[in-house]
T-cell receptor, first 114, second 116 residues
Framework: AQTVTQSQPEMSVQEAETVTLSCTYDTSESNYYLFWYKQPPSRQMILVIRQEAYKQQNATENRFSVNFQKAAKSFSLKISDSQLGDTAMYFCAFMTDSGYALNFGKGTSLLVTP | DTGVSQDPRHKITKRGQNVTFRCDPISEHNRLYWYRQTLGQGPEFLTYFQNEAQLEKSRLLSDRFSAERPKGSFSTLEIQRTEQGDSAMYLC??????????????FGPGTRLTVL
């Protein structure tokens, strides 16, 4: 079974600053996918960024980037130039390449302050 | 293009009653998923459909739970004899067909169930 751990229940960052959210996972699979999902208050979950485990290059989507350390089974999310609209729950998730289910961590609540 | 829709958005019921939720996926999406999210937790996978076939079920899906997707379009999730522990947000997601290894799952707004 795969487990996903997010050790930071809550974080806060000032507008325009940079913040890093941590995620570790445990798996015996060699091929898999990792994701960060964002769930704004009372709104639906959306995909922020994804990483294929076989790709060594870290994924980047505008202000969002990841630091994928496969050997350490670590997958952190960096948000640059934080904006008020980034306030949300952020979930790290894992999927094997042969499965369909997303395995989520417990989430990190991020508050961006003015 | 409309996103995944779920109905109702909120449901309050008494213990022992049956409830049914509906999910309408994005048009042309043949894959549909149900998740359950309790307070302070991430979503947990319940079941997966490809077209009308239910291909995967979590052990979380007890005998009181049943999901259907009769025509490969919308899906229903029924909970019989509800218990207080069933109180949660029930999320539906869909993804498109394709030959790539991964297809992004698009989530609906969820149905929040409260069992009194």
């Amino acid at each position: 079974a795969q487990t996903v751990t997010q050790s930071q229940p809550e974080m806060s960052v000032q507008e325009a600053e940079t913040v890093t959210l941590s995620c570790t996972y445990d798996t015996s699979e060699s091929n898999y996918y990792l994701f960060w999902y964002k769930q704004p208050p009372s709104r639906q979950m959306i995909l922020v960024i994804r990483q294929e485990a076989y790709k060594q290059q870290n994924a980047t989507e505008n202000r969002f980037s990841v630091n994928f350390q496969k050997a350490a089974k670590s997958f952190s999310l960096k948000i640059s130039d934080s904006q008020l609209g980034d306030t949300a729950m952020y979930f790290c998730a894992f999927m094997t390449d042969s499965g369909y289910a997303l395995n989520f961590g417990k989430g990190t609540s991020l508050l961006v302050t003015p | 293009d409309t996103g995944v829709s779920q109905d109702p958005r909120h449901k309050i019921t008494k213990r022992g009653q049956n409830v049914t939720f509906r999910c309408d996926p994005i048009s042309e999406h043949n894959r549909l998923y149900w998740y359950r999210q309790t307070l302070g937790q991430g979503p947990e996978f319940l079941t997966y459909f490809q077209n009308e076939a239910q291909l995967e079920k979590s052990r979380l899906l007890s005998d009181r739970f049943s999901a259907e997707r009769p025509k490969g379009s919308f899906s229903t999730l029924e909970i019989q004899r509800t218990e207080q522990g069933d109180s949660a947000m029930y999320l539906c997601a869909s993804s498109p067909p394709g030959t790539s290894d991964y297809n992004e799952q698009f989530f609906g707004p969820g149905t929040r169930l409260t069992v009194l």
